[in-house]
């Protein structure tokens, strides 16, 4: 026998589905450059929350170019980027505070002290104090005793690592970094893996790195992209970069022929008497 409810009782309403976690980062159609030199054609990209992209390609490909983009300090001519779901375009306030993007060591404010640029980029994303996994890296870091000096009296590799845990204040959803391991000290840099590893785990973000430190990239990284004349020419799955880790060619032997391969295809493609397919 059917209940029925009584009158002027509300019926339960159904569960709704969880709804899916939105990308870390979504890229679509990007074109970028500078004056009239373009630099980047035709970027799409999707990262979902959980992974750790590694972005390769040769001096000049066009990679910072791209970080600058994602982090809004490049305007691109045409195309969308949108962090954590929301685009950079249209709300660029609430797309940089889901970033972590760490600078170059040298644009680092040189008067001001690593606490002081810590409590800037804390105020800047509204967070009231640094979680206890980004304290633990401060310690791992070695940090604390020059926390409290001026940036222009840090080395090259602390400068390093204060532009690295400024990227990670606020819990952010995309953490970007551009060589984020050089100049780092072994233990310092073994801290860091494991840190963005730990991050990743929890499903909480998303890393893309762009280096040239392919060794990170096998161990580390679900998947790989070249990029070669601003464009993105070929991708690698976790288990494709597994198995080169294991095999004699490895990563920069796949590298150079995936870039081998995009070559004679633009060749063909100019060819003369030949037509596009």
Known sequence: MTETAAPGAQLPLPALPALPALPALQIRQLRAGYDRHIVLSDISLTLPLGQWFALLGPNGAGKTTLLHCIAGMLAPSAGDIR????????????AKRALGFGCAPERLPALLTGR????????AKAVQSVDAQ????VDAFEFSGMIDRFVDTYSTGTRQKLAVLLALVGQPRLIVLDEAFNGLDPGSALALKRHLRERI??????????????????RYADRAALLLDG??????QAEEIAALRASPQGLEGAMAEAAAGTA???????APGTRGA
């Open 134 to 137: 980004l304290l633990a890296l």
């Open 116 to 123: 002081q640029c810590m409590e800037i980029h804390a105020a």
């Open 83 to 94: 962090i954590g779901g929301v685009s950079l375009r249209e709300d660029p306030g609430a």
């Open 201 to 218: 785990q929890g499903g909480r973000c998303s890393v893309l790195l762009a280096t040239h430190g392919l060794d990170v990239v096998e």
């Open 231 to 236: 464009r993105l020419v070929h991708e690698w």
């Open 264 to 270: 004679g295809s633009a060749a063909d493609r100019s």
